[in-house]
């Protein structure tokens, strides 16, 4: 903690911001501005729906699969809380809505809960009360004049669904397709940005450890073939919209994928091939089969999985194999790339995690800088350097016609309102985000700041804070008070006086 308030008064000395975010201005010099960056950016916040809305057995929604862990799982989570009610944006959705106009926001990142769309998780029975939330939701974005961009899965599995077998079947590709038809027909008209599935590695996790629901530990299998069907569905979904709506919708759809820039830990060759094996281990999983020119998933993962498996003597690898139709239906099936940027890694070889894992399959041995600050979540190193580093990564592996939209970023701390660090760390990144926008030509579109309040931070409850808008969680009216990072982001988005 010491080392982190070291860190927060000596960034915010040199950047000269301190006393313009406080009102004054004297004495430093003139922040960088959001009209610096190309016209048209969407800056926005991101949110999602089960960590702010509550109402979690309200207005005909179904249970989903966090539900039933923390409903049935004892300790689950951080203090046993739960979110139930969370940040009550069910009922409150204006006034957050109202937080981000007033604070400059052109951009609203949402997801739905499937679940209170088809309480069943099939398509036969429609839950008009749950449509009928987020057609508000959207309209009053829109009457405010902010972008929704709207994400289409973000964790929260109907538990109808994952009793069929959830992302290990491959007949959740038909149920996710139908959600989703369901979803473009009933909202479509309003919504130009839709990303499918937010951070597939986090979802599939679910199935190789116990540390997430399903909480399945088929670890270095369930987590392979649930990839498989994660890819299968995005795809599908893709097509589809691109067949049946685009050609009246005009939107845009995509995936978005997580995880740290990964630097060598040593300038040693070795310590080079272990960083972009990573990068091709924890991105390119994901992100190959949509995005490169080939296909498929990375070689170098190809190589090792079949490797290992048949050392363990099976017959089969334990990633599973696309036919050449499925690779081909896969690639390609993007308009953007969405992607959340937090932090950055060291990397050399060597095991770690069980056997097998996806972590053993990697053979990689992570750790930070003692030099990057650090925040409240331990796996959230300050290294603002990264984020540049890791746009070029992305343009030189999939090629510079690709748009990226960063849909997520931000700081951990423990809710203080005089939140100094995380001003320091969105001066940071937006300044190394400029940077390869300017300098190295990558065309990024957008960057969704984590978050626009404190909310559920899945099995941390509320312990973690990434919030700009500090919330009460023991005062019954979750009262929202403004921090003095949404005071920054204020003078950062709204024209200059």
């Known amino acids: 903690m010491i080392f982190r308030n070291q860190y927060s008064c000596l960034a915010l000395l040199l950047s000269g911001y301190v006393s313009f975010v406080l009102g004054s201005g004297e004495g430093s010099e003139d922040p960088f501005h959001a009209s610096d960056f190309p ?24 249970e989903n699969i966090w539900d039933r862990a923390i409903h049935t799982v004892p300790n689950y989570v951080d203090s046993n809380s739960t979110a139930d009610v969370a940040c009550d944006s069910y009922h409150r959705y204006k006034e957050d809505i109202k937080l981000l106009k007033d ?22 029975f429609v839950n008009e009360e749950g449509v ?56 479509g008209d309003k919504v130009k940005w839709w990303i499918t599935i937010n951070e597939p590695a ?13 909480n399945l530990g088929l670890h270095g299998v369930g987590d392979y073939i649930a990839t498989h069907n994660v890819l ?17 919708q005009k939107g845009k759809v995509s995936f978005s994928f997580d995880g740290a820039f990964v630097k060598p830990m040593t300038d040693s060759e070795e310590d080079a091939r272990a960083a972009e094996q990573a990068m091709q281990f924890r991105f390119g999983w994901f992100a190959h089969p949509v995005y490169s020119s080939t296909g498929d998933y990375p070689p170098v993962m190809r190589d090792i999985i079949d490797r290992n498996s048949l050392l363990e003597g099976r017959t089969t690898s334990r990633l599973p194999y696309f036919t050449q139709e499925e690779i081909e239906e896969i690639k ?19 095991p770690s995690g069980e056997d097998p894992s996806f972590a053993r399959d990697g053979n990689i041995i992570f750790s930070a800088n003692s030099s990057w600050p650090s925040s409240a979540c331990d796996w959230l190193k300050i290294y603002p350097e990264g984020l540049r580093s890791v746009l070029n990564w992305i343009r030189n592996e999939y090629g510079d016609e690709i748009p990226i939209v960063l849909t997520e970023g931000g700081y951990c701390d423990d809710g203080r309102i005089d939140d100094y660090e995380r ?6 990144y937006l ?29 941390s409850g509320y312990s973690k804070r990434f919030g700009i808008h500090h919330i009460d969680f023991n005062d019954p009216q979750l009262p929202r008070r403004k921090k003095k990072s949404a005071e920054y982001w204020q003078n950062f988005l709204l024209p200059k006086v």
């Open 103 to 124: 604070t400059g926001f052109n951009t609203y990142r949402i997801s739905l809960s499937w679940s209170r769309i088809l309480p069943r998780g099939t398509d036969d």
């Open 202 to 214: 986090q979802i599939v996790s679910g199935y190789s450890t116990t540390t997430f629901p399903p």
């Open 423 to 428: 001003i320091a760390y969105y001066d940071g």
């Open 39 to 62: 016209d048209g950016f969407l800056f926005g916040c991101a949110t999602a729906s089960y960590q702010i809305e509550g109402a979690w057995n309200e207005g005909g929604k179904g």
């Open 332 to 350: 390609g099936t993007y308009d953007f790339l969405g992607y959340n940027h937090y932090s950055t890694a060291l990397a050399t070889f060597g």
């Open 232 to 248: 299968k569905a995005h795809a599908r979904v893709y097509r589809m919209y691109d067949r049946e709506f685009r050609p009246t």
């Open 132 to 187: 009928q939330y987020y057609k508000n939701v959207i309209n009053e974005l829109t009457t405010n004049g902010i972008e929704p961009l709207v994400t289409l899965y973000h964790w929260d599995l109907p538990q109808p669904i994952q009793d069929m077998g959830g992302w290990m079947k491959e007949d959740i590709v038909d149920h996710f397709q139908n959600y989703a038809r369901v979803v473009f027909e009933t909202l």
């Open 431 to 459: 300044k190394q985000l400029l940077k390869a926008i300017k300098e190295d030509g990558v065309n990024v579109l957008g960057y969704m700041a984590w978050s626009i309040m404190d909310n559920f931070e899945w099995t």
